[in-house]
């Protein structure tokens, strides 16, 4: 299994363009996440989907939105980057068994994005 | 609304020596929480949840409600500690996770 991944790894972008950050998961789970971790900040969640179809906006959704057409697949879009969207961003998944188990997340690797 | 608070940004501690990371939680229901960890250069991962009750790699999270906090104990500090560490508490399938604590461990 190779878990969580993220593509790309790195990215540099221009003020005003747009790019996808793609989210894969391949342990069958239901609950997948994207957060943006900032110094000083922690992780703080942008969008989560609970299953393939449906998402729902985090704490800080603005600039950003989400895409869950296959189960496995959790994308993240910017369409106008902005200098303040620089940042590591990480997906999550997380299992359905049960309610520890949906809150035990496995991450990627991150993906760190500079808008200049 | 649920918060996590860890006052500490940094912590340098000798190898040997015991170290304790403070977390506090504000929530208004049953509270779940965890501690995840980020070594250099890897990816974040679960450490321990209270839930559990278990000693990973020597730490220890005790759930104290009366003081709303869940700090994380380890007697004696190894150099491969070092590392971030998040506490993060649940509710309604999402997670808030705290600004972190970077752990330094010197020999």
């Known amino acids: 299994n190779a878990g969580v991944t993220q593509t790309p790894k790195f990215r540099v972008l221009k003020t005003g363009q747009s790019m996808t950050l793609l989210c894969a998961q391949d342990m069958n789970h239901e609950y997948m996440y994207w957060y943006r971790q900032d110094p000083g900040m922690g992780l703080r969640l942008i969008h989560y989907s609970v299953g393939e179809g449906t998402t729902a906006k985090g704490e800080v959704p603005d600039g950003y939105n989400v895409s869950r057409l296959k189960k496995q697949n959790f994308l993240l879009g910017l369409e106008s980057a902005a200098p303040s969207q620089t940042s590591v961003y990480f997906c999550?998944?997380?299992?359905?068994?049960?309610?520890?188990?949906?809150?035990?997340?496995?991450f990627g690797p991150g993906t760190r994005l500079l808008v200049l | 609304a649920q918060r996590v608070t860890q006052p500490e940004k940094l912590l340098s501690v000798f190898k040997g020596a015991p170290v304790e990371l403070k977390c506090n939680y504000s929530?208004?229901?049953?509270?779940?929480l965890f501690w995840y960890v980020q070594y250099s250069r890897q990816r974040l991962q679960l450490l321990l949840r209270h839930i559990s009750r278990e000693s990973i790699k020597g730490f220890t999270a005790d759930l104290n409600k009366g003081e709303t906090s869940f700090h994380l104990k380890k007697p004696f500090a190894q150099e491969e500690d070092s590392a971030m560490y998040y506490c993060?508490?649940?509710?309604?399938?999402?997670?808030?996770f705290g600004a972190g604590t970077t752990v330094t461990v010197r020999a």
């Open positions: 993060a508490l649940t509710g309604d399938y999402k997670l808030s």
């Open positions: 999550a998944s997380s299992p359905s068994e049960n309610r520890v188990n949906q809150e035990t997340q496995y």
């Open positions: 929530y208004s229901g049953s509270p779940e």
